[in-house]
C-alpha cells in the first residue's frame, strides 16, 4: 500500500508501484477503438505508461497532451495513457485534441491492472481510479523508470522518465 495525496489529503493505493529493475506485469488494457491491447503487442518496444485519474481533469489532459509532443522524437517507444475512463472518452479526446503519437487506453476491464501495478486508489474522493504515475518498461520488460506521484494534482516527472530513455 502507498500514501499519495489529493489536495493534501492522504489517500491510499493497492499494494505498491513496480519498483525499477523489477520484471514488469504483463498487462490488457483496451483502446480507443474498443480493442484489446496487453503487453505482448510492445514486445521488442520501450513502454511508458501514463497513468492517470482522468482525461476530464485538466493535469491529466496535460499529461497526455506532453507526451503526445514528446512521443513523436522517441525511437523504438510506445507512450501508452492509461485511465479509468471509458473507451469513449479517449477517443473524443484525442479527436478534440489532435492526440496521434500516444495511445489511450482503459483499464476499465482490467482490475487486474491496477491492482499489479499497485495504482488503484482504494480510498478518499477518487477511490477506484487509477493514481498519477509513470512507468518506463524497456525492451526486456523490465522497469527502467518508476514515478508514483505523491500529489494527485500534481504533474509527473516528465524528465525523469524521458532522461532513462536516451
Do not use: W
Request: charged share 20%; hydrophobic share 40%; with cysteine.
Amino acid at each position: 500500500m502507498e500514501t499519495i495525496y489529493f489536495k493534501g489529503t492522504p489517500c491510499h493505493t493497492y499494494g505498491n508501484i513496480p519498483a525499477v529493475g523489477t520484471k514488469a506485469p504483463c498487462f490488457n488494457l483496451v483502446n480507443k477503438d474498443l480493442a484489446e491491447i496487453s503487453c505482448s503487442d510492445y514486445t521488442g518496444k520501450r513502454v511508458v505508461l501514463n497513468v492517470f485519474p482522468s482525461l476530464d481533469t485538466p493535469v491529466c489532459a496535460t499529461s497526455v497532451r506532453k507526451f503526445n509532443q514528446m512521443a513523436a522524437a522517441m525511437d523504438n517507444t510506445a507512450v501508452v495513457c492509461v485511465s479509468m475512463d471509458l473507451p469513449f472518452a479517449g477517443k473524443r479526446f484525442c479527436t478534440t485534441e489532435g492526440i496521434d503519437n500516444v495511445e489511450v487506453a482503459s483499464a476499465f476491464r482490467s482490475p487486474t491492472f491496477a491492482q499489479q501495478y499497485g495504482l488503484q486508489i482504494v480510498d478518499g474522493p477518487l477511490a477506484g481510479l487509477l493514481a498519477r504515475a509513470v512507468i518506463v518498461i524497456d525492451e526486456n520488460q523490465k522497469v527502467i523508470f518508476s514515478d508514483l506521484v505523491e500529489e494527485i494534482t500534481n504533474e509527473p516527472d516528465y524528465e525523469g522518465a524521458l532522461s532513462v530513455l536516451k
